[in-house]
Every structure is written in C-alpha cells, then in structure tokens.
C-alpha cells in the first residue's frame, strides 16, 4: 500500500496562538514537525511560506474544519493523491513523536487490517490527572475502547494498582487510516461524546469504526499546548535535540 503523510496546521489555538509559527530550537514548529516526518520516510499563508521554505509541500484547506481529521480528507480528496491507500495524519504539535510511533500506526492499518490505526505510549500514574494528557483503553485485541482527557481506568481500590500499571497508555498524535474509512469517518456528524471530551477519535469509536492501537515506549516529550509546554520543549532542544529518525 502507497501510505501519504498529512500534517494539518492553523493558527486559531485558544490556549497557545499562533502555535504552528512560534519557535523550537530556532525554526517554525511546524518546520520541526515536517523534518520529523521527512527522517521518518513514513491552513494559513504564513505556514505555507514556512513549509516551503524548508521544502515541504503545502496545501491549503478551507478554515471551517472542526477538526485536523477533516482537514486531512480534503487534502486526501485531491487529484494529486488519489493514489494513496494509506493517509497518515501527525498532528502539527508533536515535534517530539517518534518513528515507532507513526510506524506503529500505519502498521495496524497496512498489516493488521485496522480501518484507522494509532499508537499510544507507555505511561504512569502520573500522566492520569493531567487534563492535556489523552489516555486511550484497549481490549485484548489492541483495538482502542475509549479515549479520554480523565483517569482511565479508573482505580476504585488503592489496593488494585499493580493490575491497573499495565494499562496505562497516553495518546500520541498520531493517526492512520484506509482511504475509505477517513472518507467514513468525516461523513459522520460529530458525537457527543466527541464535543463533550474535545476528542475527534470519539466520533469514529462512536460509529463502530475500529481503530488499532499500537503501543511504543515511554512518550518523548508530548505534544505542545501551552506557553509552558513550549518553553519545556526550548529547554530540551537547547540540550538534546530529538534525533530525526
């Protein structure tokens, strides 16, 4: 299967504006996003300019998108990538995903025949009260049971913490999906679910879509949200840049 990599990118971010342009290590996120992607070989003028800038091919979407999901179909709709299978979704926020990550996705979808696939990585309990930290269930299968922005699983008796440690997997940024099932998914009207949790995977989940979950090591440095997460992530470039690969 042909597999083509879509990062959407706006400018309207409430809580970090104008988040796709502010600097990592001296150059545009989104810049930093696309060189990850590129090593890994797996909607606005400004970010355009940047993208080309550096090389990357640029196309532009309509503005009314409630969601990057959306803004990937259209890109995928287009003449010049009809021939792509796979569409592999990265979110313009996660300078720091990995390659097994995004592998891991189209893996579930290419071989183990996953309409969507994801990844998700190891974590602990620490991740569980952070709100801008997504957790992701999944049954014996590796098949996604339900993503929230809450503690999942919940713990109801300190005394069945170690059977829940091995459950515990936050969402990265990453999606995979046939053609066909994007193509699904963005027909579907958004789901309570999906507008109560500002989660867009919940719409698919909802409709009965299954979406493989890959599991990968411990979360690299997350995705980039806030002012605060940005000045993190500087920080951690200033000493150790995330190798591209």
């Known amino acids: 299967m042909s597999t083509l990599a879509v990062i959407p990118a706006r400018l309207g971010a409430t809580r970090l504006p104008r988040k796709p342009l502010l600097l990592l290590g001296g150059a545009p996120m989104i ?45 995928a709709r287009g003449r010049a990538f009809a021939d792509f299978d796979v569409i592999v979704n990265v979110q313009g926020d996660e300078p720091y995903l990995s390659g097994d990550a995004v592998r891991g996705a189209v893996t579930m979808v ?35 049971m339900y993503f ?54 919940l719409r698919a989940l909802a409709a009965g879509l299954a979406m493989g979950v890959a599991t990968v090591g411990p979360v690299l440095g997350g995705g980039i949200d806030t002012p605060e997460d940005l000045a993190r992530a500087n920080a951690r470039w200033s000493v150790a840049p995330v190798p591209l690969s």
């Open 31 to 75: 810049v930093r996003v696309w060189e990850r992607v590129v090593a890994m070989r797996a909607d606005a003028d400004e970010i355009a300019d940047v993208v080309r800038a550096a090389g990357g091919e640029v196309v532009l979407t309509d503005a009314s998108h409630p969601s990057g999901t959306d803004r990937v179909a259209e890109v």
């Open 110 to 144: 290419r071989d183990r025949g996953f309409p969507l696939g994801t990844a998700a990585a190891t974590a602990t309990a620490s991740v569980l009260e952070d709100p801008s930290a997504v957790k992701v269930v999944v049954d014996a299968s590796d098949r996604a």
């Open 148 to 201: 929230s922005r809450a503690p999942i699983p919940f713990l109801r008796d300190p005394a069945d913490a170690a059977h829940r440690e091995p459950l515990l997997r936050q969402h990265l940024g990453v999606y995979a999906y046939r053609r066909e099932a994007l193509a699904a998914w963005v027909a579907l009207p958004p789901h309570p679910l999906e507008l109560t949790e500002r989660l867009e995977q």
